[in-house]
């Protein structure tokens, strides 16, 4: 499965839209590109609400309040810590983190795989924060996770110099959706490669290069 991501990300780094403004809907079609989830009721399935139990059984209350945090915190100053700057102190890279985010929209994803989520398969799932407000099946992939890595693969080329502590915070950022109890980990897989995908694809547009660009000369300025 791994090789099939890497393979992926590769053969989409090279087929980049450089007439698009940003991402027509087939440049990063995740319903072309991602594999189904498990079947319900398969083993694997099983074997994925059992791991979502472990995972809590063995959460600390402090472990459960970050992947509350997580779960509120959709925004680019996700990246704030380990990056050691506010990136909303930065017009231009804040720009360009904004463009890359709406890019990594999983609307269409999750209503073409129209995946359950964990707690409609076992009602005993606890959640870190209210599952009132889900629609329920929107599971696959992770919305959470393909934002993290959009934002993440950007960064990563922005600042290379913090390229391990970035992928690190956006691969913290996705295990936060298991301990939340909101996401079963194929869904965060699926998250993973799609939002590489899309930050991938990304750069290779003149439009989001331009800005992308401005934000390298912005970050370079203030040291």
Known sequence: MKLGWVALVLVLGLCGGAD???LGPAQVDAARLLPPPPAEGSDTARGELAELHAIADAATPQMLAAA?????????DMFN????FDVTQ???VLKLLREAGQES???????YFHRPRPWQADP??????????RE????YPSGHTTYGYTLGVVLAALLPAQAPVILARAADFAHN??????????????????GTAVGVELMGNPIFKADFDAAAAELAARK
């Open 136 to 139: 329920g099946n929107d599971s």
């Open 81 to 84: 810590a380990v990056l050691g």
């Open 124 to 133: 005993s799932i606890k959640t870190c924060v209210s599952r009132l407000l």
């Open 177 to 194: 959706r298991m301990v939340c109890g909101f996401h079963y980990r194929s869904d965060t897989v699926g998250g993973q490669a799609y």
């Open 20 to 22: 698009a403004a940003l």
């Open 68 to 76: 509350a945090r997580d779960a509120n915190d959709q925004k680019p």
């Open 90 to 92: 930065y017009p231009a």
């Open 105 to 111: 929209n999983t609307g269409a994803a999750k209503r």
